[in-house]
């Protein structure tokens, strides 16, 4: 535990840290995540030599000073507080900026503004299965234009209804996740807790055979019901109803060893005791335009620090915002060094295939700059 972090007593895991002067690597988990989720890559790095260090994130795990409320302010789980929350924490740690940031998932865009705000703290980045579109924009040259911008709640809106009237009736993922109900449905399934999280690790990764992943042409109803009942829900279901019917076989379970019975059981016993709440409260900030207006203080800006992008070539997370992934290599980033997806892994790269993870980024760190360019901590 590491206290009083941005109004935070931090859990992390860490490896690496027996020897002093040891280049910073951080790494950021997403949902329905821990720290927990990185604990194979973290020796392969820390043998590499690196201090390694794995935060449950705020909302998360062991971290406490964040309020388990639906109800609760959902200020403190923004964007540019969870980025403050990162750099509280290497500061804490004794350094002055890391030498690898990695984040997963909803890792991937709080990583993304560390790098884009603080390019001295985070000299390069790497952004997991989830693409960085840029920084939402001010419309640019409408000084003499009468056409009134569209506003992105209203195009959410135009979207839900647009999937509800669909056959069958569908619902986005995200609309699910940010409503009052899917915390207890999560926490309270009817097949119970360690049933549905291993039907939900299960079905969003390389074992499931239903995953095809592709790009879709536009964000639009039709094309997003291309993307499975996990991503593009059918209407009324609970996250829990969805992935009932994919639950692997006994022999899958026993056959799984990148999450055994034991790994899937502290993901259990972590999320019985603390519930989805906390996770889920980034889901709801995402869809507030009004908590994501201070983004805009990035407008036009992007990442010039060496960046990578690595998904999994049978998830669909790579391609379920339609359009990020050109945006993020063509306008988002200035010196981005590839996308690389990684065979054998769906969503869960980091916990699928660790080893094959830990060689493209310390590939790209060394083509970066390298470690010994990074070590900057305070003696």
């Known amino acids: 535990m590491i206290h009083e972090i941005n109004g935070l007593d931090v859990h992390v895991l860490e490896a690496g840290y027996e020897s002093p002067g040891r280049p910073l690597a951080l790494l950021l988990h997403g949902f329905p995540d821990l720290a927990y989720g990185w604990r194979h890559l973290i020796p392969i790095l820390a043998d590499a030599g690196y201090h390694v260090v794995a935060p449950d994130q705020r909302g998360f795990g062991r971290t406490t000073g964040w309020v388990n409320s639906y109800d609760a302010a959902l200020g403190p789980f923004s964007l540019l507080n969870m980025t403050r929350d990162a750099i509280g924490l290497v500061s804490a740690l004794g350094y002055r900026r890391t030498a690898m940031l990695v984040g997963h998932d909803f890792g991937s865009p709080v990583a993304a503004y560390c790098s884009l705000a603080r390019p001295d703290v985070f000299p390069s ?19 003499n234009s009468e056409a009134s911008q569209v506003q992105p709640s209203s195009e959410n809106q135009k979207l839900a209804a647009a999937l509800a009237a669909l056959d069958p ?7 699910y996740l940010s409503t009052r109900g899917a915390n207890d449905d999560m926490w309270h399934p009817p097949q119970g807790l360690h049933a549905f999280l291993r039907a939900f690790f299960y079905v969003k990764s390389a074992d499931w055979p239903g995953n095809k992943p592709h790009p879709l042409k536009s964000r639009s109803a039709v094309e997003l019901a291309q993307m499975p009942t996990y991503y593009v829900m059918d209407l009324g279901k609970t996250m829990p109803d969805a992935v009932a019917p994919f639950h692997p076989s006994d022999a899958e379970v026993q056959a799984c060893k990148w999450l055994t019975e034991p790994e899937l059981g502290v993901y259990t016993e972590e999320y019985d005791r603390t519930g989805f709440q906390g996770a889920l409260q980034a889901y709801r900030v995402y869809s ?10 990035f407008s036009g800006k992007t990442i010039d620090v060496p960046s990578l992008f690595i998904g ?4 669909w997370g790579t391609y379920a915002a339609p359009g990020a992934l050109e945006l993020m290599t063509t306008k988002a980033t200035t010196r981005m060094a590839g996308i690389e997806l990684i065979d054998g892994a769906g969503h869960w790269i980091q916990q699928e295939q660790p080893l094959r993870l830990s060689m493209l980024l310390l590939a790209f760190i060394k083509g970066a700059g390298g470690p010994a360019n990074h070590v900057d901590r305070q003696p």
């Open 169 to 175: 009736p569908r619902a986005y993922y995200q609309q």
């Open 288 to 297: 507030d335009p009004d908590l994501n207006a201070e983004l805009r203080m």
């Open 312 to 315: 999994g070539m049978s998830d």
């Open 125 to 143: 980045v790497v952004l997991m299965s989830a693409p960085f579109p840029g920084p939402p924009a001010f419309p640019f040259n409408t000084a």
